[in-house]
Nanobody, 125 residues
């Protein structure tokens, strides 16, 4: 049972990257899946979260990435992607994905069942 994060790299400001978080050993249907990031010397920040099954709907973005990042689900691949456009140097961080069974997005950081390994994103000219 694991989450596998991939897709990081180095891009210039204004560029794009697409991160993927693939689950193995379990299906994501009843989970909240979120992307977090941590830059050197800074606290971990929740970037975006989505719950696949939610009566009220649960889709969140940090203010700092709204309009630039898009989270999406590929059920056929049991995977959640994070499309990151218009990247800025301040987006540089290690990005992690996490999954919490029947957790609301608001509780994911504290109550995740699984965490993926980090993938480095560097935005630099």
């Amino acid at each position: 049972v694991q989450l596998q994060a991939s897709g990081g790299g180095e891009v210039q400001p204004g560029g794009s990257l697409r991160l993927s978080c693939a689950a193995s050993g379990f299906t994501l249907d009843d989970y909240a899946i979120g992307w977090f990031r941590q830059a050197p010397g800074k606290e971990r920040e929740e970037v975006s979260c989505i719950r696949i099954r939610s009566i009220a709907g649960n889709l969140t973005y940090a203010d700092s990435v709204k309009g630039r990042f898009t989270i999406s689900i590929d059920k056929s691949k049991n995977r959640v992607d994070l499309q990151m456009n218009s990247l800025k140097p301040e987006d540089t961080a290690v990005y992690y994905c996490a999954a919490g069974w029947f957790r609301p997005c608001s509780a994911l950081a504290q109550d995740a069942n699984y965490w993926g390994q980090g993938t480095q994103v560097t935005v630099s000219s």
